[in-house]
């Protein structure tokens, strides 16, 4: 009896050996396996937040950015500009509606004025107004933001500017929302003394701050135009009387141009200023190089 359980205990003994034997032969494997193969413990949003910069930084190699400007060949000194318009949004663009004095980048003496609606990439359910005047190396602004009710991109809004040799103002949907009258602090309306053309224009700023990072998944995006309506202004009379509307049933060149011109990250292109289904559209467009 006692020799049976002699050799039980043995066995026991022997086959405990073996096991652990086993257990540190199975570790040694396991920490080898995590020398030769790390694990990636980076949280999955960080993973995805270094794609996204990956993909942004791609875009400026992978991607010509074309976008698109309307013009009056006539010019106006003093008006009232109505458009009845669905803006175009995505960050690092800008959807626009302005009056500009078209020798202001040249300087040499020559005064920079311009009046201003903009729809800028960080934010789609807001507008800016701003006045422009000084001169092309040294530029006086005066930028303001205006809520809207709904986004820009989802359905048409009236925009309005009126400028006047005593005020500036700006509406949206018949609700005035700015007025800058003469005698401002920074001496603008007064600055405004040039014969203006009206624009429209959709492109891609590389100013990150102010209208956000372009993204090539955003991209293209369309500005569209139902009218455009404008009036003279009786100066005397102080009043407001309309010259023309244009619905664009059609492109009319002897009353519009179209840019082709660089701005910043796109360059803009005749091609992308089309008539269709009863309005105007600006396209921002892209193109593998």
């Known amino acids: 009896m006692n020799c049976f359980l002699t050799n039980c205990i043995k066995m026991k003994q022997s086959n405990l050996l073996k096991l652990l034997s086993m257990g540190l032969l199975l570790g040694m494997l396991a920490c080898s396996h995590d020398e030769d193969e790390p694990e990636?413990?980076?949280?999955?949003?960080?993973?995805?937040?270094?794609?996204?910069?990956?993909?942004?930084?791609?875009?400026?190699?992978e991607y010509n950015y074309y976008g698109a400007e309307l013009y009056t060949k006539e010019t106006f000194k003093y008006g009232r500009f109505e458009a009845k318009m669905k803006m175009a949004y995505a960050p690092g663009c800008i959807s626009s509606m302005f009056l500009y004095y078209n020798d202001s980048y040249m300087g040499g003496g020559k005064p920079w004025n311009e009046l201003d609606i903009e729809v800028i990439g960080k934010d789609k359910n807001s507008f800016q107004t701003n006045i422009i005047s000084g001169s092309s190396s040294s530029k006086v602004t005066s930028e303001q933001i205006h809520p809207l009710?709904?986004?820009?991109?989802?359905?048409?809004?009236?925009?309005?500017?009126?400028?006047?040799?005593?005020?500036?103002?700006?509406?949206?949907?018949?609700?005035e929302v700015r007025r800058t009258a003469v005698g401002d602090a920074k001496g603008q309306i007064a600055a405004l003394v040039e014969n203006q053309s009206l624009r429209f224009n959709l492109w891609a700023s590389s100013s990150t701050s102010w209208v956000g990072k372009l993204n090539s998944k955003d991209i293209p995006v369309t500005q569209y135009i139902d009218y455009v309506k404008v009036y003279s202004y009786d100066e005397e009379a102080k009043t407001f009387s309309e010259l023309w509307t244009d619905d664009f049933d059609s492109f009319d060149s002897s009353r519009w141009s179209r840019g082709n011109w660089s701005m910043e990250l796109v360059t803009e292109k005749v091609a992308n200023v089309v008539v269709e289904d009863g309005n105007l559209q600006l396209r921002l467009t892209k193109e593998p190089k």
């Open 149 to 175: 009710s709904y986004p820009v991109n989802e359905d048409y809004h009236v925009y309005a500017m009126e400028w006047t040799p005593d005020y500036a103002a700006w509406s949206v949907d018949g609700k």
């Open 40 to 61: 990636n413990n980076t949280p999955k949003k960080e993973q995805e937040g270094q794609q996204d910069q990956d993909d942004v930084r791609e875009d400026k190699t």
